[in-house]
């Protein structure tokens, strides 16, 4: 019967609860039809209205979060030899792929690229952060509801004064009532402007003078935007 055709073993790493109560849950299980991704009924079973399009690959899927209209960003990860790539897409709240939205790609071996976190905004656009070279996105942008980088907001450039290992990121970020940006990560510039490990951006993505955080280092967590 169905109840035999997906197993659940210990390999999810994310988790989001619907608005509706429902669960999703994804990793790096199988097989189809709820490969790397599944939706649990409140009870715990299996919602089948829900088929995943991840079946390729050897790597897991992550979610990140809900559009306005219940459709759902996720990303899977590539391994191969000498390529890691990692591909962030929406999916349609049945599952398929939503062709509507442009793929964001991050090859983290061939450009040194990383995705750390992302907020889905109001409008429905997103806020995303890590470093994503392969398009020239920069480490915090901003995604139109198609996928394509907002170029109202420009990247703020970081340097982290490591000659050896020189490849900075932002590994989270909030995101203030005033619009203004809360940034942590592996840097100590931020346009130039000496900011270890945590800044703050106006909404121009330029510093704010008048944020100095005292705390610093490249593991900080955001854990409230307010």
Do not use: C
Not at 91 to 108: E, I, K, R
Not at 114 to 134: I, N, R, T
């Amino acid at each position: 019967g169905r109840g035999t055709e997906w197993v659940m073993p210990a390999s999810g790493n994310s988790v989001l609860v619907q608005p509706d109560g429902k669960i999703l849950i994804a990793g790096t299980f199988g097989p189809a039809p709820n490969a790397r991704i599944a939706r649990l009924n409140s009870d715990g079973s299996v919602d089948y209205s829900l088929t995943s399009p991840l079946n390729q690959g050897f790597g897991g899927a992550k979610i990140w979060g809900l559009a306005p209209d219940g459709k759902i960003y996720v990303s899977q990860s590539f391994a191969g030899f000498h390529i890691s790539y990692v591909a962030f897409r929406r999916l349609n709240t049945d599952g398929s792929f939503d062709s509507s939205f442009a793929q964001v790609g991050f090859d983290y071996w061939g450009a040194r690229d990383s995705l750390y976190a992302v907020k889905v905004l109001p409008d429905g656009k997103l806020m995303m952060s890590g470093k994503q070279e392969a398009n020239n996105f920069g480490y915090i942008f901003r995604v139109n509801t198609d996928g394509t980088k907002d170029i109202t907001f420009e990247s703020p450039v970081l340097a982290n004064g490591n000659q050896q290992f020189p490849w900075s990121y932002i590994s989270d970020f909030g995101i203030q009532s005033t619009g203004k940006i809360v940034i942590v990560g592996n840097f100590i510039t931020v346009n130039g402007i000496a900011r270890s490990g945590s800044a703050r951006l106006n909404t121009d993505s330029s510093v704010d003078m008048n944020f100095t955080s005292t705390v610093s280092g490249s593991d900080l967590e955001i854990v409230s935007g307010d």
